[in-house]
């Protein structure tokens, strides 16, 4: 099971998958030779992305290990190597496989000084390889040394015959044939060596590949070194080679993969001029052989009813023995048979797996059963309970013919456990527990029993840990008490009966206290505490009491640890005023107002401030006018009936009565206005000024007073000098609107076209000396026209405008200019500047106001477009492949791409640029009509060239062919029959195809920028594809014709063995033989491309002679 633990390891993203190789030479003359090198590779668990290099790099090497040149070998061609068992009766796991492929050059080496040393190099090993360290780290050296001797003699180094099994079984002997053949006929040498060491994960395949000497690779010594490669642990037979033969023995008995190296060296009149070195990976593990098992209780008390349950691989037939004499049935074939024993004793039971085959095999194990004698018990006490429960266990159990060698328990839940015959289990909360025993006596029985355990400990706690009280406050310990537990109180302030359950504490300080809970039976005790917190007392007071003469009073608190301050009208604070330390009143006589104080403990304090407010409450009577020879009136409204008020009016030369009353008489000589004060003083001393006018109408004409100017449009603005004008009443005759009229000295109407009007004044109707004016106004073509435009002066990510007053005055001149643009924006003068940073409508008005007093206006909607650019800030440009700069392109704008070198139209919204690198573009975007502009830059990163490696296009002999695809750039694969890849049938870097006779098979490869590249592998199929019979039956001294139906209708040939028995045929798809014994023969089948197949036939010959 190591070794499927071994492979089942997860592949790591390194170039795992040498298994193996090795270097050979040979000397074509002129100095010419012919170089190969074999490498293997892991197909199974070698990382999908190391592939065979394409090319290989094989550096040549002078003596002082300097490089004279590298050779570049493209890949040719790979194999599937098949494992070979020594057994029919062994399989082989599906997870071995090995890829292999040899690379040919022919290079030119003139004889130099020491010769040279050949070198190729490749990281890294599988993973799971156990005898060297660091395996993942470690790559590959696979090379020769050429002696000076063996360039000035043509010489060609000794070939391997055949690569090493890739797959031994475990404790099964190796007997495999390494030896080599010389061309030369020189001596040969065999030996184990250390492989070399070579690459490394940052740079896996050098090319060159790295100068020489080259460090051997690590053992993990011990166990492993180079005189043992294959054996972790003690017995079994270390591996070796016999260095006359190259026969390589050896019996492995540990499971894994193991690196194994041999060396080959070639001697010329006793001196050294080549060495060949080999290293190859064995795969040493279980192999599937059919193989008896199976599982049966050894001992089995109480019943005579034995469940077999088969364990056996390998094989479907069986036959069960149950040796049991008393049984009518005492054999069965079923794989797992259910067998009742006549009788208590002891039974050796035979499995037969695979009867009759080859590959029989036979497990026997015997049954021992008894009458019962084991009787399964035990009781339990609780021995201590606190925080905790301890339950103490017993065993009872005892069995009448043996003694007890093992207990097992389990506590659930929890899952505690012991082995222990009477242990202490301890929990820590309230549960029913199932306490479950299995106990073993020493011959063999087994008994399970389980019990119910109830466990009930305490559970209560006080009011907190610790919890606060407010100075004078007291409070209840354990308001949630259990009636069913007693407490027990140790003496502490303010506690006074110890064994209450729930006492009621009036600390004076911070104190703790203690309680000693114990359960109804008085078994369970716990002990709680508590600590109650009393802070310092929180005090809080308001200002003083007052009294005020202003409208006004500011509240202001003061505490020593207060947090939250509430005010209230009400002492209940049922609603409250307001909370903070401060708040402003506005009391009118006497009001209390309360203060409510809390600290962070909830703790409170209250205080109470009374604010007499007396200030005087009064309303000042409107301006009057009266006529020549009146008495006017003055007067004064008290507000606040509790007040007792006294005046006091001003000018006293003008008030002929009521000079300290509140309604003073006045009379008036001289038309005008006149102001009077009264000073008002209430009974607390409190005072205030207030005044009113009292106007004396001007009886004479007031005519040539009237004034009136037409502003913009038809609106005409009257006004009058008059001190009788804010009496007035103004009727303006216009008959479309005969009822409009306005009042005060300066008025104005809209009249409804050019044309007279009769425009009448008379005073208001409370006045009696009444007065009616008259005039007439003409009203004409407006001679001020109030307008404005605006430009745009600026666009970009704002717009600027310019604004222009157009405003025509022609009978006055205009003195100011207000602009309002909304928003709060504003501004003054005749032309101004507006910047605006968003699109949409400025409503803009603008209010002109001239020299006569006109003051016009006018508006109008302005639309703002600001210039929106929506433009990527970086794109991604596959190299060499086309890129849009700008996707979201807007067509209705206008663009100006540069450098100009790079596009075939500048102005295009969306320009396509093919790039190797990257590169900043600048583009001016402006609107349709040119005012605004825009300037941004749009950068072009160019990842790196997707660089990859595909399978060749090849032919194969095999049904399937593993497609690859190696990029260090890209990380998404997409295989497809189709070019246009409508149709997916892979998606990663790997995929196991079934060509036909030329199938041609897509990639497109992406990297994570999303950049991708495609190009598409061909590989034909062409197995042999054959039928034979596997098996006949003859008499003895009959014949048997045996064929080989070819399939495919391709031109095959056919070699027959052995031959001996052969009569007819040979050669052909047909043989006729006659063997004297059974015997198996064999064909080998190849067709044009040298693909071969073998397929056996089994002749069965029967000897028996006829009755």
Request: hydrophobic share 35%; glycine share 6%.
């Amino acid at each position: 099971m190591l070794l499927l633990a071994l492979l089942c390891l997860p592949l790591m993203a390194r170039a795992t998958h040498i298994v193996g190789g090795e270097m050979n030479y040979s000397c074509l003359g002129n100095n010419q030779y012919e170089i190969t090198l074999t490498i293997f590779r892991d197909c199974y668990y070698g990382n999908p992305n190391a592939w065979f290099d394409d090319p290989a790099s094989i550096g040549v090497f002078d003596m002082n290990n300097v490089l004279l040149q590298q050779v570049l070998v493209p890949l040719m061609n790979n194999d599937t190597l098949s494992p070979v068992l020594t057994s029919e009766c062994l399989v082989v796991p599906p997870n071995v496989c090995v890829h292999t492929t040899t690379y040919r050059t022919v290079v030119t080496l003139p004889p130099i000084p020491g010769g040279y040393q050949l070198a190729y190099q490749r990281c890294c090993r599988n993973q799971t390889i156990v005898n060297i360290t660091d395996p993942l780290d470690t790559g590959a050296t696979y090379g020769v040394n050429i002696s000076e001797k063996a360039l000035q003699e043509c010489n060609s180094n000794p070939k391997f015959q055949q690569w090493p099994p890739i797959y031994i079984c475990v404790n099964e002997p190796i007997v495999f044939d390494q030896s080599a053949i010389d061309q030369d006929g020189d001596s040969i040498v065999y030996r184990l060596c250390t492989p070399l060491s070579g690459a490394d994960p940052d740079i896996p395949m050098p090319q060159p590949p790295n100068n020489p000497p080259y460090e051997p690779v690590n053992w993990i010594n011990p166990p492993y070194n180079v005189s043992n490669m294959l054996n972790g642990q003690a017995g079994g037979v270390a591996l070796q080679i016999d260095p006359h033969t190259g026969l390589l023995t050896g019996l492995p008995n540990t499971i894994g993969q193991f690196v194994v190296g041999i060396c080959v060296e070639e001697y010329r009149d006793g001196e050294l001029i080549s060495t060949t070195r080999r290293d190859f990976q064995y795969n040493v593990g279980l192999c599937g052989e059919s193989a008896a098992a199976f599982t049966a209780p050894d001992i089995q008390c109480e019943s005579l009813t034995v469940f077999f349950h088969n364990e056996s691989v390998g094989a479907t037939n069986f036959i069960w023995q149950f040796n049991d004499p008393g049984s009518s049935s005492n054999t069965s074939t079923l794989p797992n048979p259910v067998h009742t024993f006549s009788d208590t004793g002891l039974y050796t039971v035979l499995l037969i797996a695979a009867p009759g085959s080859p590959c029989e095999d036979t497990a026997v194990q015997q049954v021992y059963l008894q009458q019962n004698s084991l009787f399964a018990g035990f009781e339990y006490d609780y021995t201590s309970c606190t925080d905790s429960l301890a339950i103490a266990v017993t065993d009872l159990s005892y069995d009448t013919v043996s003694s007890l060698v093992s207990w097992i328990w389990e506590l659930q839940p929890g899952g505690q456990a012991s082995q222990e015959p009477n242990p202490t289990f301890v929990v820590t909360a309230s549960n029913n527990y199932i306490l479950e025993l299995t106990v073993t006596a020493a011959n063999g029985c087994e008994k399970t029993v389980l019990q119910g355990i109830p466990a009930r400990l305490i559970d209560a706690e006080l009011v907190g840990d610790t919890v606060a009280v407010c100075p004078g406050d007291g409070m209840f310990l354990n308001p949630g008490f259990n009636p069913d537990y007693t407490y027990s109180w140790a003496p502490a302030p303010g506690l006074e009966v110890l064994d209450e359950p729930n006492p009621y504490v009036l600390p004076g300080q911070t104190a703790t206290y203690t309680c000693t809970i114990t359960d109804a039976e008085g078994f369970c005790q716990v002990v709680r505490q508590a600590t109650v917190l009393v802070p310092e007392p929180v005090w809080v007071e308001a200002p003083a009491d007052t009294a005020i003469c202003s409208q006004e009073y500011l509240l202001q608190a003061t505490s020593n640890t207060a947090q939250q301050f509430i005010w209230s009208l009400d002492p209940l604070f049922s609603n409250w005023l307001g909370q903070g330390p401060e708040l402003p009143v506005s009391p009118m006589g006497p009001v209390t107002y309360y203060l409510l104080a809390r600290d962070i403990y909830g703790c409170r304090a209250v205080d109470s401030v009374t604010v007499a407010g007396h200030a005087v409450d009064i309303l000042m009577a409107t301006e009057q006018a009266i006529c020549p020879g009146d008495y006017g009136a003055v007067s004064v409204a008290n507000l606040d009936p509790q007040d007792i008020l006294s005046y006091s009016w001003s000018p006293a030369s003008l008030i002929v009565a009521g000079q300290s009353a509140a309604t003073a008489f006045a009379q008036l000589s001289v038309p005008g206005t006149y102001t009077f004060t009264a000073v008002v003083q209430n009974q607390y001393g409190c005072s205030r000024i207030d005044s009113t006018f009292l106007t004396l109408i001007d009886t004479s004409s007031q005519e040539a007073l009237l004034t009136f100017v037409q502003c913009s449009g038809y609106t005409v603005l009257f006004s009058s000098s008059s001190v009788n004008a804010p009496f007035y009443q103004w009727h303006f005759g216009d008959p479309a609107n005969p009822g409009a009229t306005a009042q005060g000295p300066s008025v104005s109407y809209t009249y409804p076209g050019p044309g007279q009007y009769p425009v009448s004044v008379n005073l208001s109707s409370f006045i009696e000396c009444q007065d009616t004016l008259s005039l007439d106004v003409v009203v004409g073509e407006p001679q001020v026209v109030p307008a404005f435009d605006w430009e745009i002066t600026a666009c970009s990510d704002s717009v600027t405008l310019q604004f222009h007053d157009q405003s025509v005055n022609g009978q006055s001149t205009i003195q100011s200019w207000e602009w309002d643009f909304g928003n709060g924006l504003l501004a003054s003068g005749p032309n101004p500047v507006l910047t605006v940073y968003e699109s949409g409508e400025l409503e803009v008005f603008l209010q002109l106001t001239s020299s006569d007093g006109c003051t016009d206006g006018v508006s109008q909607t302005v639309p703002v477009q600001i210039l929106e650019v929506s433009l990527p800030d970086t794109v991604i440009a596959c190299p060499g492949q086309p890129a849009s700069l700008n996707p979201g392109a807007d067509t209705g704008l206008n663009y100006l791409w540069s450098p100009p070198g790079f596009f075939t139209d500048p102005t295009a919204p969306n320009p396509i640029v093919v790039l190797d690198g990257p590169q900043v573009f600048s583009v001016a975007i402006s609107d349709e009509t040119g005012q605004c502009q825009v300037e941004r830059q749009v950068t072009a990163i160019v990842p790196p060239p997707i660089t990859y490696e595909l399978a060749p296009d090849t032919v194969i002999c095999e049904e399937d062919f593993l497609l690859y695809a190696e990029s260090a750039q890209a990380t998404d694969f997409v295989w497809s029959e189709l070019p246009d890849f409508s149709v997916v049938i892979g998606t990663e870097p790997e995929l196991l195809a079934r060509p036909g006779p030329e199938s041609r098979y897509y990639v497109r490869m992406a990297d994570d920028y999303g950049c991708f590249v495609t190009d598409s592998v061909t590989v034909g199929s062409r197995p042999v594809l054959v039928f034979v019979d596997e098996s006949t039956s003859i008499c003895l001294g009959d014949t048997a014709r045996l064929t080989a139906i070819n399939l495919s209708g391709e031109t095959l040939t056919f070699a027959w063995s052995p031959g001996v028995a052969i009569l007819e045929g040979q050669g052909t798809s047909s043989v006729l033989v006659s063997p004297m014994a059974s015997q198996v023969f064999n064909v080998v089948i190849t067709n044009e491309l040298g693909c071969s197949e073998t397929r056996a036939a089994h002749v069965f010959v029967d000897n028996t002679a006829p009755p």
